[in-house]
T-cell receptor, first 116, second 111 residues
Framework: NAGVTQTPKFRVLKTGQSMTLLCAQD?????MYWYRQDPGMGLRLIHY???????AKGEVPDGYNVSRLKKQNFLLGLESAAPSQTSVYFCASSSGQGYLSKNIQYFGAGTRLSVL | GQQVMQIPQYQHVQEGEDFTTYCNSSTTLSNIQWYKQRPGGHPVFLIQLVKSGEVKKQKRLTFQFGEAKKNSSLHITATQTTDVGTYFC???????????FGAGTRLAVHP
């Protein structure tokens, strides 16, 4: 059972470069999320999606774009990377169904990104 | 905006001592969830509390949800080195398709 898979696991970028982080889930979940985690800051929501073709801004969306063209995939793009975007990025998904269980989140292993 | 405050930020205990982390929400919650993140790992769902005043146990871990559904706690009895990690609470406001995570409490256990 793969669950939530993130690629790549590590990446080093130079300032101004662009990249896309891929998240794939095989649980047929409706909801998907992108978070960044910085020391002492907990998990901050960047963007999220409640279904194929839909996206919404989270707490810290600036400098990032997302797309959800297929239900199982959620892409996070950095158009022009900045050192402030050095972080660990986590993708998560939740079923979106069931009153109590719809928001229980399952996380991927994370992507460690350094922007020099 | 809505916030979930979690304290302490860091706790260092000797193996065998107890540990407690607390969460407080500025808004009444529909339910609250707890996650654990081992060092170098990713957050993993532990439990969900739904009812006012609810108490749930998982072996040495006891989770409580306040009567007003605005606060919660996680208590670990007789910590072990396997308890090391960061514990996050996450509030579900209900009607929203996302959670509000606390900043986490990092637990260090010294043998």
């Amino acid at each position: 059972n793969a669950g939530v898979t993130q690629t790549p696991k590590f990446r080093v970028l130079k300032t101004g470069q662009s990249m896309t982080l891929l998240c794939a889930q095989d649980m047929n979940h409706e909801y998907m999320y992108w978070y960044r985690q910085d020391p002492g800051m907990g998990l901050r929501l960047i963007h999220y999606s409640v279904g194929e073709g839909t996206t919404a801004k989270g707490e810290v969306p600036d400098g990032y774009n997302v797309s959800r063209l297929k239900k199982q995939n959620f892409l996070l793009g950095l158009e022009s990377a900045a050192p402030s975007q050095t972080s660990v990025y986590f993708c998560a998904s939740s079923s979106g169904q069931g009153y109590l269980s719809k928001n229980i989140q399952y996380f991927g292993a994370g992507t460690r990104l350094s922007v020099l | 905006g809505q916030q979930v405050m979690q304290i302490p930020q860091y706790q260092h205990v000797q193996e065998g001592e107890d540990f407690t982390t607390y969460c407080n929400s500025s808004t009444t919650l529909s339910n609250i969830q707890w996650y654990k993140q081992r060092p170098g790992g990713h957050p993993v769902f532990l439990i969900q509390l739904v009812k006012s005043g609810e108490v749930k146990k998982q072996k040495r871990l006891t989770f409580q949800f306040g009567e007003a559904k605005k606060n919660s706690s996680l208590h670990i009895t007789a910590t072990q080195t396997t308890d090391v990690g960061t514990y996050f609470c996450a509030g579900d406001l209900g009607g929203y398709n996302k959670l509000i995570f606390g900043a986490g409490t990092r637990l260090a256990v010294h043998p």
